[in-house]
């Protein structure tokens, strides 16, 4: 039970995240993508999707405390 009520506070803070932002966490931090195979996916620089994916875990952080996103990836 606890298991599941982890799984609907993170899907509950990512949707809070915008779209993009979604996708980004999702493909790098659920999916283990590389960065750049995340900026390849969204059609956005390397740069850019690191930029998302920074604000990303940032909200998820702030919305759902136990959110480590992938730390050892970074």
Do not use: N
Request: proline share 4%; no cysteine.
């Amino acid at each position: 039970a606890e298991g599941r009520e982890i799984l609907l506070r993170f899907a509950a803070a990512l949707e809070q995240l915008p779209p993009e932002q979604q996708d980004a966490v999702l493909l790098r931090d659920v999916h283990g993508l590389t960065v750049k195979e995340v900026a390849e996916r969204l059609g956005r620089t390397e740069k850019a999707a690191a930029g998302l994916l920074a604000r990303g875990r940032l909200a998820m952080r702030a919305a759902f405390p136990d959110y480590a996103g992938d730390a050892d990836r970074g």
